[in-house]
């Protein structure tokens, strides 16, 4: 299996955080993690009125793009809580 090099958790952090705000309005967005496991806390009045999948599906269909194919930067999103204001 070849060694595989992924960017600098900060590096990934910011396009989890482009991405996202992309697609959602956020009145707070916290993302940490490294090593390809991620936490992601969003607040978005997008949120309001939508089930707790609804929320979280808009979340990760935003950064699905970063979590396709074996080299992809995010490996798992541990933490995902979406909360609207």
Do not use: N, W
């Not at 960017?7 to 697609?23: N, T």
């Not at 490996?75 to 995902?80: C, G, N, Q, T």
Request: net charge negative; glycine share 8%.
């Amino acid at each position: 299996m070849a060694l595989q090099i992924h960017p600098p958790p900060s590096e990934v952090i910011a396009e989890l955080r482009a991405a996202i705000q992309a697609v959602l309005p956020c009145d707070s967005l916290d993302v940490r993690g490294s090593g390809g496991h991620f936490e992601i806390y969003a607040v978005s009045a997008a949120f309001e009125g939508k089930s707790t999948l609804a929320k979280q599906r808009l979340v990760l269909g935003a950064i699905s793009h970063l979590m396709k194919g074996d080299g992809a930067p995010v490996h798992a999103i541990d933490v995902l809580e979406t909360r609207a204001p």
